[in-house]
């Protein structure tokens, strides 16, 4: 687990390959037409920019000697007819590419949700949320200029050099190849510069993950932060976690802009000599127009140059995101389907574990070798210290993870053979920390069944006693509440969770300290509302109030991941053993006494 950690920088467990790209332009497929569009409007601006220093050297060296005005007036008509059929292509292609560019970063942050909501809890487990999130917004957001401008730049860039390289070799093949002369220069510079860029930008691409998990992590746990008096400690770690940015971020600039200098330095060097040669052989080889649109060529020469190696920075600097992008896609969930895995029938809620054994690391063992059998309709208590067991035994119930030695069953039916969604379908999970999504009161009861009436949400709300507290809100049901529900104190919290849990009408019903924040009263009520729709489920409850568990079919008393007695309230009362003396120790003896 040592990644989880903000300020671990992650390893790539596959390195860039060109597959990579192939699959990012794949996601151009559905937008094929705009694309070939754009091109056409590129081709055209391309083809009408290129035209203006041809059309220069016929002023100079026939229409402005010949004394022919009426030609003249006709080269600038067409030069600004050349400038216009420029300008809207221009415009046109950057809206089409826009609409293209978002088009397909939308369905790269779709492909990246979808993943997302299939992974199962060891991935989330093992990576700080901060690092997870900044792959869905900000690396997704760092191809958006590739996608829009960089890949349809490429092409009309290459055409324009074909075109330029064409006019030079009409205008003078002489001079055309000593043009060329930087090239090779140009090529080893590239080569050099390419794996430390690649390098740098990977080093950023943690730094920026780093500094994403750590804010991540500051919000989630500021009321801590604020309680303890750890504003300026924090700080520090900020500003060095930043600063590791800031460096990061300054190393892969400086290496990233020696590649634009260079092609700059190169070309006026060319231009230069060029001009030495040119000027020394006017009027024996070469004409003044011939050679002032030969250099306006050669400075278009080197701008497309330019933008390919900007290109070629976007390439690289976009590697160390595609990377972690497709990393991600391609991580495979610890939960999956059976080749063969069949549809779960409704259950009537037997559930067996055999000889459990389990543990989240490869060595350790949080369970070992669980065995017992729950009858369809049983309540089903877990007591035992903090860290016994507990928890994993209700999460390998709905297959949140899964065994490393034995089966559990359900109805007789291993449920490694059965589908996921089938299984999770009919269990009815009030996890330890209830969560509140942002929306409405309503919206949340309703999230497990959105089918589900009005009335049928206001019937669960009032068996959990949550109608009460509900109705006195400004707008009832249709209260807003914010994420997490941070408006409502955790008792609310609680209740409209165990009202979410009890509408979607589960076979088996897995209640993870569901009343660790309600107070006694409350409970009693509710315990009342909750005999009713207990009755025919099969129930596994956590608790740490004997009131919750005296009345249950079963309580297993877990300890370091073996039971250690099972029984009823009365029979293990009386054997005076581990969970005699849970309840007659300090936290239960105020429950006993109530």
Do not use: C
């Given at each position: 687990m040592a990644r989880n950690k903000f300020d671990v920088d992650e390893e790539l467990e596959s390195p860039f390959r060109l597959v990579h790209f192939k699959r990012l332009l794949g996601y151009l497929t559905p937008h094929k037409k705009q694309m070939i569009l754009t091109v056409f409007l590129m081709l055209m601006a391309s083809g009408a920019n290129l035209i203006g220093p041809y059309l220069i050297k016929l002023a100079i060296d026939e229409k402005i000697p010949g004394n022919d005005m009426l030609g003249l007036a006709m080269l600038a008509g067409i030069y600004l007819i050349a400038i216009i059929v420029t300008g809207l292509c221009m415009k046109y292609r950057i809206r089409i590419m826009s609409q293209v560019g978002?088009?397909?970063?939308?369905?790269?942050?779709?492909?990246?949700?979808?993943?997302?909501?299939?992974?199962?809890?060891?991935?989330?487990?093992?990576?700080?949320?901060?690092?997870?999130?900044?792959?869905?917004?900000?690396?997704?957001?760092?191809?958006?200029?590739?996608?829009?401008n960089g890949i349809i730049n490429l092409i009309t860039d290459l055409f324009s050099l074909t075109v330029i390289v064409g006019f030079m070799i009409v205008i003078d093949v002489k001079l055309t190849l000593m043009a060329m002369a930087g090239f090779p220069i140009l090529a080893i510079i590239i080569f050099v510069i390419k794996n430390a860029q690649r390098r740098a930008w990977q080093d950023l691409s943690n730094k920026q993950s780093n500094m994403n998990a750590y804010i991540h992590e500051s919000i989630n746990g500021i009321k801590v932060t604020q309680a303890f008096i750890r504003e300026e400690e924090n700080k520090k770690i900020f500003n060095e976690v930043a600063g590791s940015y800031r460096s990061s971020w300054m190393k892969a600039v400086r290496i990233q802009f020696l590649l634009s200098p260079s092609i700059e330095n190169i070309s006026a060097l060319t231009v230069?000599?060029?001009?030495?040669?040119?000027?020394?052989?006017?009027?024996?080889?070469?004409?003044?127009?011939?050679?002032?649109?030969?250099?306006?060529?050669?400075?278009?020469?080197?701008?497309?140059?330019?933008?390919?190696?900007?290109?070629?920075?976007?390439?690289?600097?976009?590697?160390?995101?595609?990377?972690?992008?497709?990393?991600?896609?391609?991580?495979?969930?610890?939960?999956?389907?059976?080749?063969?895995?069949?549809?779960?029938?409704?259950?009537?809620?037997?559930?067996?574990?055999?000889?459990?054994?389990?543990?989240?690391?490869?060595?350790?063992?949080?369970?070992?070798?669980?065995?017992?059998?729950?009858?369809?309709?049983?309540?089903?208590?877990?007591?035992?210290?903090?860290?016994?067991?507990?928890?994993?035994?209700?999460?390998?119930?709905?297959?949140?993870?899964?065994?490393?030695?034995?089966?559990?069953?359900?109805?007789?039916?291993?449920?490694?053979?059965?589908?996921?969604?089938?299984?999770?379908?009919?269990?009815?999970?009030?996890?330890?920390?209830?969560?509140?999504?942002?929306?409405?009161?309503?919206?949340?009861i309703r999230y497990g069944r959105l089918d589900a009436t009005d009335e049928e949400v206001i019937k669960a709300a009032k068996a959990v006693q949550a109608h009460t507290f509900i109705s006195r809100m400004k707008d009832g049901y249709q209260t807003e509440v914010n994420e997490r529900?941070?408006?409502?104190?955790?008792?609310?919290?609680?209740?409209?969770?165990?009202?979410?849990?009890?509408?979607?009408?589960?076979?088996?019903?897995?209640?993870?300290?569901?009343?660790?924040?309600?107070?006694?009263e409350t409970e009693l009520a509710l315990q009342k509302g909750l005999e009713n729709l207990l009755l025919g489920r099969t129930s596994f409850i956590i608790a740490h109030r004997l009131s919750t568990i005296q009345k249950a079919t079963k309580i297993l008393f877990i300890e370091k991941g073996r039971i250690l007695e099972e029984g009823t309230h009365e029979e293990l009362t009386k054997k005076k053993g581990h969970y005699w003396k849970l309840c007659n120790s300090q936290s239960y003896s105020l429950e006993i006494g109530s």
């Open positions: 978002q088009g397909v970063i939308q369905h790269i942050r779709e492909d990246l949700f979808t993943q997302l909501q299939k992974l199962s809890f060891s991935y989330y487990d093992s990576r700080p949320h901060g690092k997870i999130l900044v792959r869905v917004v900000n690396y997704v957001n760092s191809l958006s200029d590739l996608l829009s230069s000599f060029i001009y030495v040669i040119g000027i020394s052989s006017i009027g024996e080889e070469i004409t003044v127009g011939s050679l002032i649109a030969f250099v306006g060529y050669m400075w278009m020469f080197w701008m497309p140059l330019a933008n390919i190696g900007n290109f070629y920075n976007a390439i690289i600097n976009a590697m160390a995101y595609l990377e972690r992008i497709f990393e991600t896609i391609d991580e495979k969930p610890a939960m999956i389907n059976d080749p063969h895995a069949v549809i779960l029938p409704t259950i009537k809620g037997k559930v067996e574990f055999e000889d459990v054994v389990f543990g989240y690391e490869r060595e350790e063992k949080i369970l070992d070798h669980i065995h017992f059998k729950v009858n369809p309709g049983d309540t089903i208590a877990l007591v035992g210290a903090t860290g016994s067991g507990k928890t994993t035994i209700v999460s390998l119930i709905s297959r949140f993870y899964d065994v490393k030695r034995g089966q559990i069953k359900i109805d007789g039916i291993d449920i490694k053979t059965v589908n996921i969604p089938s299984l999770r379908k009919q269990m009815g999970i009030m996890l330890q920390d209830p969560f509140i999504f942002s929306g409405t009161i309503m919206d949340n529900g941070t408006r409502l104190s955790s008792g609310q919290r609680q209740l409209i969770s165990f009202a979410r849990v009890l509408l979607a009408n589960p076979r088996v019903l897995i209640l993870d300290e569901a009343t660790s924040s309600i107070d006694t």
